[in-house]
């Protein structure tokens, strides 16, 4: 089965390749990832849908997934926070999550037999209350780059993070629901 996962996400390509050895990684042509929607689940969604009318399907795959995480501001259902562009920006989101709860959502679209679907899905994470010296730890580890929110629950955030609801692989970029799609396609030849 020739699958390729349309995102430069090495979290993403690291679980699919447990299910799929021979993935294909690549990622597509720069895509808008503005929303008009107000809830972040609609935002998360939109663009997900952008990134996968993106997508070239001529290529000869059995699956393409694509993929889009954000993270929920923890005071207002419509603030999505998304990357960090520089090393304060990183700082800051951080800043805003310690201590706190607050909600991740993936959205991720899998091609198969010439049509797409899309599933949806939120997880709720907690961080620790982050000391100045932690905070100063993980944006000098550069861990926060490429990543929603500024942080990564399987890298340099992990001791400080902890998942109150939901399965990682959501917070990891991929919703879980399309992760347990992608196993059942995995199980048999397409």
């Known amino acids: 089965m020739r699958v390729w996962l349309a995102s430069e996400s090495t979290r993403r390509a690291e679980m699919m390749a447990q299910i ?4 294909v990684c690549k990622g597509i042509d720069s895509v808008n990832e503005t929303s008009k929607a107000s809830l972040v689940s609609g935002q998360v969604l939109e663009i997900c849908q952008k990134k996968a009318a993106a997508v070239s399907i001529d290529e000869g ?10 993270l929920q501001d923890p005071d207002a ?7 960090a562009g520089d090393a304060i920006e990183a700082a800051a989101m951080l800043h805003r999550l310690s201590g706190r ?11 198969h037999q010439s049509k797409w679907e899309f599933h949806l899905n939120q997880a709720i994470v907690e961080i620790a209350e982050l000391s100045d010296e932690v905070l100063v730890e993980l944006v000098l580890s550069n861990s926060w780059v490429g990543k929603a929110g500024a942080y990564d629950l399987a890298g340099e ?7 109150v609801e939901g399965d ?3 917070v990891l970029g991929i919703a879980c629901d399309a992760m347990e799609r992608l196993v059942q396609f995995s199980d048999y030849e397409v």
Do not use: C, Q
């Open 157 to 163: 955030m992990n001791p400080y993070a902890r998942l």
């Open 77 to 83: 259902d419509t603030l999505a926070m998304g990357k």
């Open 101 to 111: 709860r607050h909600r991740v959502w993936s959205a991720t679209g899998i091609w």
């Open 20 to 23: 799929f050895p021979n993935l």
């Open 168 to 170: 990682e692989a959501t």
């Open 61 to 70: 795959y059995d699956l393409i997934v694509v993929s889009d995480t954000m």
